[in-house]
């Protein structure tokens, strides 16, 4: 018999997007749409095996091997630069990484720049690019509340309808890259199981360029 392929999904609303995807190009398992606590379902048939897993820990069992594939957003990987593959853009869980500051905030280039944010490195390497001097401030959530309470000057997050950001008096004033989620491999699942991940990856792709064509059309 077929060895399964392990799938780490991100729990949440995305995760349940991308399942979705899986189950119409034939990678169904049924169990996983039942109102439980359960974190692993499989299914032999189809060949896959499915975790729910925190979505910024998918790299972490990916790039492990735990799974051997996962979906995860760009962020986490630009931020934490696992080593895996990245197989497919799912075009899905779409938002983008930006600077935003308090509406009508003006930036002194002479001056550091305290800036508040999730994704130190997505930071470190846009401002180092700049050449600009900054003052990190590590936070792991509520970033918004940094520049409200003057902790910071701005912040370095992801933005996706823009809403926490009107809410709270912010506005973006730089785009730094456009987020999307994606397909990840493990290095060493992907020459094992390779037949069943590209047969995979490759439905998904069909998938994903159908979707896309009904949104241009
Ligand atoms: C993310 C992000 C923003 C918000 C953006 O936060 O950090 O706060 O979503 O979405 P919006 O543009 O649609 O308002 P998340 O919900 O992940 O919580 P966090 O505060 O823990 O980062």
């Known amino acids: 018999m077929k060895e399964l392929i392990n799938i780490a999904l991100p729990k949440g609303r995305l995760g349940e997007k991308v399942y979705s995807m899986f189950e119409a190009v ?15 379902f499989e299914n032999e048939a189809a060949g896959v095996r499915y975790f729910w897993v925190k979505p910024s820990d998918v790299t972490i069992y990916v790039e492990r091997g735990a799974a051997d594939i996962g979906v995860a957003g760009k962020d986490i990987l630009l931020e934490y630069a696992p080593d895996v593959y990245e197989l497919l853009d799912l ?22 720049l ?3 944010t999730k994704f130190q490195n997505i930071a470190k390497t ?4 700049q050449g600009r001097e900054i003052d990190m401030i ?7 509340l940094a520049p409200i309470l003057g902790l910071s000057d701005v912040i370095v997050d992801i933005v996706e309808t823009g809403t926490t950001l009107r809410e709270n008096h912010l506005e973006v004033v730089e785009n730094i890259v456009p987020i999307s989620a994606r397909l990840i491999a493990n290095k060493a699942s992907y020459q094992f199981k390779n037949a069943q991940i ?4 490759e439905r998904l792709a069909e998938c994903v360029a159908k ?5 241009e059309a």
């Open 26 to 40: 034939g990678y169904d398992c049924p169990s996983i749409r039942e109102n439980n606590r359960k974190l692993i």
């Open 91 to 112: 075009c899905t869980g779409n938002c983008r990484m930006a600077v935003a500051a308090p509406v009508g905030f003006r930036d002194d280039p002479s001056r550091t």
């Open 114 to 116: 305290r800036v508040a």
């Open 126 to 129: 846009y401002y180092g690019g």
């Open 138 to 144: 590590h936070l792991n959530g509520s970033i918004e």
């Open 198 to 201: 590209r047969e995979l990856t």
């Open 211 to 215: 979707k896309q064509a009904g949104a």
